[in-house]
């Protein structure tokens, strides 16, 4: 499976659209239950008002929030924000770090975000599991049942997983998750992976 995803995609990336560190930090919080596509088309205007943490960190959240309205949970999502730019800025003279335990202090940042952040901005072998990644892995039979939980998964996958390719496993079990092996209806037929695949549907 790992040979196949080397070949069909060997470059690979989020599809979010950034331009900074900070802004990949930003559409991967506003990425939480909702699609990139949606994400892509807020963060435009959103990035031209708040290009960097410092000129978030100095408006309200409802500032924020008039930009990201029609994304899942904007409420919420713009008071994280808000409070997130000033920690960057209060903290990290408003860089982003690139250090777990920092990241996971940032109002609204969970592992999978963090994990996002440290393997596509600073190139570090984590491993974020997100509903595509959990589903595929399980649907592939790359990790037991017993792995019920994102964390689970993702250490199972690490501990399988050469170094150098756990940064692209990520995007090659959510982009097969998100196109191939879809929630409701997987197209198996049009898998390659079908023929070993324990879960295929023919």
């Known amino acids: ?11 690979v990336h989020t599809e979010l659209e950034f331009g900074s560190e900070f802004q990949l930090l930003v559409a991967v919080v506003l990425s939480a ?49 808000v409070k997130m ?36 901005a600073f190139g570090k072998a984590t491993l974020a599991v997100d509903t595509h990644v959990f ?8 990790v037991a049942k017993t792995a019920d939980t994102p964390y689970k998964v993702e250490q199972t996958l690490i501990k399988n997983i050469p170094e150098e390719d756990i940064p692209r496993a990520h995007h090659w079990l959510l982009l097969h998750g998100r196109y191939v092996c879809t929630s409701r209806k997987p197209h198996c037929n049009m898998c390659d992976l079908s023929g070993v695949c324990p879960s295929a549907c023919f």
């Open 1 to 11: 499976m790992l040979r196949y995803f080397r070949e069909q995609m060997p470059e």
């Open 33 to 81: 239950q909702c699609t990139d596509k949606r994400i892509n088309q807020v963060t435009p205007e959103l990035f031209r008002r708040f290009p960097d943490a410092r000129s978030m960190a100095q408006v309200d959240a409802d500032e924020v929030l008039s930009y990201i309205s029609s994304v899942s949970y904007p409420n919420a999502k713009a008071e994280h924000l």
């Open 85 to 120: 730019a000033r920690m960057l800025v209060e903290r990290h003279g408003g860089e982003v770090p690139s250090d777990m335990n920092m990241l996971l202090d940032l109002p609204g940042v969970g592992r999978k975000t963090a994990n996002v952040v440290q393997s596509v």
């Open 135 to 142: 589903r595929v892995s399980h649907r592939l039979g790359l």
